[in-house]
């Protein structure tokens, strides 16, 4: 049917009087609620759901601090001496080795960091400088408004 909500209103209520009463009341409470909200001055709107977050965060954050601080935490000194009971991975010439690879990888990043740098100087800034040059000296040798020594002929 091709009409306005509140014709078929009486309609509906009477297919189902229990939910359209049921839902009258939800939309009367979220009403009141929204208009009660809206009335109340700027700063309550917002300072509201502001407050509200911030003793959900500190509450979450006490049971979190309450949770950590029940279980018992190893000292120093234990782990210490847990450390020194596991019994070693790698062999000291592994350990020389992988060191020896890590220099030599350093190293090679490190010259193809500079070149790298090079080519981006030499093509982007020093390029760019020469090829400016080069353009205002042509323009200044073939303007007709200069002479030989390349000073102005003009009026100025």
């Known amino acids: 049917l091709d009409c306005a909500e509140e014709t078929l209103e009486p309609v509906k209520r009477l297919i189902n009087p229990v939910s359209a009463s049921r839902q009258d009341a939800e939309i009367h409470w979220w009403d009141a609620l929204r208009s009660a909200f809206s009335l109340a001055p700027f700063y309550v709107r917002y300072a509201i759901p502001v407050v509200a977050v911030a003793l959900l965060i500190g509450s979450v954050g006490r049971e979190i601090l309450m949770s950590e601080s029940s279980s018992p935490t190893p000292s120093v000194a234990s782990q210490a001496i847990a450390a020194s009971e596991i ?68 009026p100025i």
């Open 87 to 154: 019994p070693p991975q790698y062999s000291q010439e592994e350990i020389l080795q992988a060191m020896a690879d890590l220099d030599l990888a350093l190293d090679y990043l490190e010259s193809v960091g500079e070149r790298t740098g090079i080519l981006v100087r030499d093509r982007f800034v020093l390029q760019q400088l020469e090829d400016s040059f080069n353009a205002s000296f042509r323009a200044r040798d073939g303007q007709p408004g200069f002479d030989q020594d390349g000073q102005s002929a003009g």
